[in-house]
């Protein structure tokens, strides 16, 4: 087995314009690099092979966590490790703090960014799961201007999303977490910081006594995360105590098959599913207790 990578030109950006002119100049040919934890073993394995790796970690515009308007501004080129650290994300999106720990191992966490976890698309990470359940927006930028999109259109598949070849993410716009917000986020692994055989990224908001805006995305169960729309509307305007667990995670067996992968089945994946939803439905009863 190969393990050095096809030589590359490497181009260390101190702009986005300096990003958006190897971009222009190259497409696919070539790869942006940001923490490096997914694609230098890539480069390694020689699973991709680009003519040039233009490296973001100087560029300003993709770093700082910060509040904007009534979203928490999350830079593509923050690492899981300051993720984990902000009192920000703490405050106003704690799923987010929920999910970082069970990422890898703390070495990965001082060197992966947020953004590069989610432009590497693997339907087994936890944040693309944890964005969709947020309704996160994903603000992206090339050299012909700005766009939006939204969590639900960024994903398209394995390791694939909407990005352009000519366009990187320079950050992600979360919503702010409201009175009353609740989260759950948990993942079976067969060792603590493996991928997941089965995840689930929650959040949804008491009001009342009433649940209300659930959001469920599964993770490590289909070839991108998969928001359980037919179990959401089970739950949806229940009062805790006439919250059923059964009948909402019924509504899986009818909505969704999952994906079997190297190691597990999709029965067995869908049985962890199950389990999860009604650890996360349990936790919501009690935070409203
Ligand atoms: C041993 C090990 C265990 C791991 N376990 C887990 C795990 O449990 N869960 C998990 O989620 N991940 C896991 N990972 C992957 C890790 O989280 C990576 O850090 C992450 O997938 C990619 O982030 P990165 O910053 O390292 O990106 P890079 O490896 O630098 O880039 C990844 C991809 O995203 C693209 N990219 C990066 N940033 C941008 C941008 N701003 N705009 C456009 N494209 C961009 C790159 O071109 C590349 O295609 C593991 C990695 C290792 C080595």
Redesign the pocket.
């Known amino acids: 087995m190969r393990l050095k990578p096809r030589a590359f030109e490497y181009v260390r950006a101190a702009s986005l314009q300096d990003v958006f002119a190897v971009l222009d100049s190259h497409g696919d040919e070539a790869?942006?690099?940001?923490?490096?934890?997914?694609?230098?073993?890539a480069l390694n394995l020689r699973l991709a092979a680009p003519e040039v790796v233009v490296d973001?970690n100087a560029v300003e515009d993709?770093h700082g966590i910060a509040l904007a308007g009534d979203s928490l501004r999350i830079g593509?080129m923050s690492r899981y490790s300051e993720v984990a650290a902000s009192e920000l994300v703490a405050r106003h999106a704690p799923l987010i703090a929920r999910a970082i720990p069970f990422?890898?191992h703390p070495a990965?966490r001082n060197?992966?960014?947020f953004?590069?976890?989610l432009?590497?698309a693997?339907p087994a990470?936890?944040?693309p799961a944890c964005a969709l359940a947020l309704q996160a927006v994903f603000n992206l930028s090339s050299s012909a201007g700005a766009r939006a999109v939204a969590a639900e259109d960024f994903f398209v598949g394995t390791y694939a999303t909407a990005?352009e070849p000519n366009e990187?993410?320079v950050s992600v716009d979360i919503p702010l977490a409201g009175d009353g917000a609740v989260t759950f986020f948990d993942e079976v692994v067969r060792r603590r910081?493996?991928?997941a055989m089965a995840g689930l990224a929650a959040c949804a908001g008491w009001s009342g006594g009433i649940l209300s805006n659930l959001r469920l995305a599964f993770f490590a169960v289909s070839d991108m995360p998969y928001l359980a729309k037919g179990v959401m509307a089970q739950a949806e305007g229940k009062a805790a105590d006439s919250l059923d667990p059964e009948t909402v995670c019924a509504a899986l067996d009818t909505d969704f098959a999952p994906q079997e992968d190297l190691t597990t089945s999709g029965a067995a994946k869908l049985h962890l599913m199950k389990v999860l939803t009604r650890r996360a439905l349990a936790a919501f009863a009690g935070a409203e207790g």
């Open positions: 790869k942006v690099l940001a923490g490096g934890q997914s694609l230098v073993p973001v993709l593509a990422i890898a990965i060197r992966g960014t953004g590069g976890s432009c590497n693997d990470s936890e944040l990005l990187v993410l910081g493996d991928y």
